[in-house]
């Protein structure tokens, strides 16, 4: 069974940082691609960023680039979301997501994706 199990959000004040976990189980981690997004009440869910287990390549919303970085530690089935420079906007709940391949051009639509985990919130205050 896949399951996908985001930890790591909190309340921050602005400028602060944060770092998400996302712990994979249930499939064969370098074959996948691990994403985030992010859905903030009466908005729609936003990729955030994707990492391709297979290569390591990375991609980010342009939103966050420069503030958030994407890793993983391929041991440990894991992939980390390491957010600094915390803005108010960046409040939402965060999803860590999985598609077999690799992050693509589309890495940003949640339809991409095949498997969703809960998310944790992350809220900062101004």
């Known amino acids: 069974e896949v399951q996908l199990q985001a930890s790591g959000g909190g309340l921050v004040q602005a400028g602060g940082s944060l770092r998400l976990s996302c712990a994979a189980s249930?499939?064969?981690?370098?074959?996948?691609?691990i994403g985030w997004f992010r859905q903030a009440p009466g908005k729609e869910r936003e990729g955030v960023s994707c990492?391709?287990?297979?290569?390591?390549?990375?991609y980010y919303a342009d939103s966050v680039k420069g503030r958030f970085t994407i890793s993983n530690d391929s041991p440990k089935n894991t992939v980390f979301l390491q957010m600094n420079s915390l803005k108010p906007e960046d409040t939402a709940v965060y999803y860590c997501?999985?598609?077999?391949?690799?992050?693509?051009?589309?890495?940003?639509?949640?339809?991409?994706?095949?498997?969703w985990g809960r998310g944790t919130q992350v809220t900062v205050s101004s």
């Open positions: 997501t999985a598609d077999r391949g690799s992050c693509g051009s589309s890495w940003y639509i949640p339809s991409e994706y095949d498997y």
């Open positions: 990492f391709s287990s297979s290569d390591g390549s990375t």
């Open positions: 249930g499939f064969t981690f370098d074959d996948y691609a």
